[in-house]
């Protein structure tokens, strides 16, 4: 069992910035691949970025490729989400999880937190 926290969400304004938090619980964190996704109202979850266990590998949607960054330390059994450069578009509830198989779709991944609004104002 992994339990998992996010924080850092809130509103900006288009071209700002934000860095999501995601604090976990549970000896086995750093075993796991980390990603993030969101969700809009209306829309489906949609994945926005990984981070392998090791850290070696990271994947991005290419809708915030060259924008975000995802990053790790599993010493400290937290992943982040850094948002730069904000667009209207990117309102959504975003979501942590973690997998233990390498990948993009929701289904794919074991745990899940509770969610952070992210409000980016025109």
């Known amino acids: 069992q992994v339990q998992l926290v996010e924080s850092g969400g809130g509103l900006v304004q288009t071209g700002g910035s934000l860095r999501l938090s995601c604090a976990a619980s549970?000896?086995?964190?750093?075993?796991?691949?980390k990603g993030w996704f969101r969700q809009a109202p209306g829309k489906e979850r949609e994945f926005v970025a990984a981070?392998?266990?090791?850290?070696?590998?990271?994947s991005y949607a290419d809708s915030v490729r060259g924008r975000f960054t995802i990053s790790r330390d599993n010493a400290a059994n937290t992943v982040y989400l850094q948002m730069n450069s904000l667009k209207p578009e990117d309102t959504a509830v975003y979501f942590c999880?973690?997998?233990?198989?390498?990948?993009?779709?929701?289904?794919?991944?074991?745990?899940w937190g509770q969610g952070t609004q992210v409000t980016v104002s025109s």
């Open positions: 999880a973690v997998t233990r198989s390498w990948g993009r779709r929701p289904g794919t991944y074991d745990y």
């Open positions: 549970g000896r086995t964190f750093s075993t796991y691949h």
């Open positions: 981070i392998s266990s090791s850290g070696g590998t990271t």
